[in-house]
């Protein structure tokens, strides 16, 4: 199965990343802000300090963001 990174946990990247947990896939996570995290640290997703760290080690990444800058 694959391992998927996703960036950007806001209400839309939340509900996201819990689907594709709850449908089993391993997940590495990254957010600014770690709390909006913790339910998807409870259900087994694996927090990663940065979006580099994530990247690496994901197979598919994820990115659910605001802005441009944010991207970059």
Not at 13 to 30: C, E, K, W
Request: net charge neutral.
């Amino acid at each position: 199965m694959e391992k998927i990174g996703f960036i950007g946990l806001g209400v839309m990247g939340r509900s996201m990343a819990q689907n594709l947990r709850n449908a089993g896939y391993p997940l590495f996570v990254y957010n600014r802000t770690k709390e909006k995290a913790e339910p998807l640290l409870k259900a087994g997703a694996e927090w990663c300090s940065t979006p580099a760290e994530t990247a690496a080690k994901s197979d598919i990444v994820i990115t659910m963001v605001g802005y441009p800058h944010d991207v970059e």
